[in-house]
């Protein structure tokens, strides 16, 4: 999750509820990163976390991410030595090999620097949207030319496929395309719109959706019903 809130609240919520899960009681924990920062600093702050549940005890952990999560959950398994602390991972609408939308802002952010002469902004760049701008970004060619191993870590994708955005490569979320979420040819299954008509997995960037008609948005996580059961199989299975 990103800044100063848990934007996978519900479907902690959704996991703390036995009814949900076959009587199994989860122990859940969200990571609050800043995504301005990038990455690898959200990874850091990840490894952080797991150590200390390793601490107190707990042998390995599941991750369950959304959108730039899953890229900062891949470095801190495959970059940082993660993959002996976790189970599986199980991605939510990851842009894998990046985003056309993460071009845009970090264009625009990258001349918000330019311009601020007198300093007067605090982090005048968005390394987070910078990071997932396709083919030249340096942290996706480390993650993808130059994979580390997440050998015994389980990879799981789940994403969105009938968005309507024109800027991103058919068929998408809105915000990140299949093939994008699909990465280095990760298991990867598809979820259509809900019953709302809003696309699964990517409906959290208000002016984006709105702009291309990919309906109404206002949530940061993945809110389908279908999506949530999914992902309680996948941890139970693992």
């Known amino acids: 999750t990103d800044d100063n809130k848990c934007n996978m609240d519900g479907i902690r919520a959704f996991l703390n509820n036995k009814a949900n899960t076959g009587d199994v009681q989860f122990r859940t924990d969200c990571q609050i990163y800043k995504t301005r920062l990038g990455v690898e600093a959200g990874a850091k702050e990840l490894k952080r976390k797991v150590d200390g549940w390793k601490s107190a005890g707990v042998p390995k952990v599941d991750l369950v991410v959304h959108s730039m999560g899953g890229l900062v959950a891949r470095y801190y398994i495959e970059k940082l030595g993660g993959r002996d602390s976790v189970r599986s991972l199980t991605m939510m609408g990851t842009p894998n090999l990046g985003s056309n939308w993460a071009t845009a802002v970090c264009s625009a952010w990258i001349q918000v620097a330019l311009l601020d002469i007198f300093h007067l902004l605090d982090h005048p760049y968005d390394q987070g949207a910078c990071d997932m701008v396709p083919i030249v970004s340096p942290l996706l060619i480390k993650l993808n030319v130059f994979p580390g191993s997440h050998a015994g870590v389980t990879y799981n994708v ?51 959706t709105a702009f291309v008609g990919c309906g109404p948005s206002g949530i940061g996580e993945p809110n389908d019903p279908g999506v949530r059961a999914r992902v309680v199989e996948i941890l139970l299975a693992s």
């Open 158 to 208: 789940l994403t969105g496929w009938k968005g309507q955005s024109k800027v991103v490569l058919p068929p998408n979320d809105c915000i990140v395309s299949v093939l994008s979420a699909t990465g280095l040819a990760f298991p990867t299954e598809l979820f259509p719109k809900t019953l709302l008509g809003s696309p699964v997995l990517h409906v959290d960037v208000d002016l984006a």
